[in-house]
């Protein structure tokens, strides 16, 4: 089970317009989609930026265009799970049964790769939203 939402700290949107041939386009999104950010990216921490959205299209030996959609969580992307076993019983923060009446003990992992977005060009910065939730 997926533990709720936690973080309260402000959300970023970076929006780019994006152009670039068909196979270079395909190569690059192919490498960076359900990736964070390995290394610092346009003033953010590592493991801070995703791509969330991508609405880019092409032909075959032509150029593809479109915008890509980056979202920027300061607090990182680890995935928050509420601990428990196959069956579905809570479990305490040493595997063992959850006594009746606490809390769930929630745990975060890592559940995304890692690309440094430098080696990659996203286009044109066209849109900062800021506090994006």
Not at 21 to 43: I, R
Not at 65 to 80: A, M, T, Y
Request: aromatic share 6%.
């Amino acid at each position: 089970m997926v533990a709720p939402e936690m973080d309260s700290m402000k959300q970023d949107l970076l929006t780019f317009q994006f152009m670039a041939p068909t196979v270079v386009a395909g190569n690059m999104l192919g490498a960076v989609v359900n990736k964070l950010n390995s290394k610092p990216w346009m003033g953010r921490e590592a493991r801070t930026c995703r791509i969330v959205r991508i609405n880019v299209t092409g032909q075959a030996g032509a150029m593809a265009s479109g915008f890509i959609v980056v979202r920027h969580r300061p607090n990182g992307w680890k995935l928050r799970l509420v601990n428990q076993d196959e069956k579905g019983q809570l479990l305490d923060d040493q595997s063992k049964p959850l006594p009746e009446g606490e809390e769930p003990v929630i745990r975060e992992v890592d559940a995304l790769g890692e690309v440094d977005f430098n080696q990659f060009d996203f286009g044109k910065l066209v849109e900062r939203l800021r506090d994006a939730g």
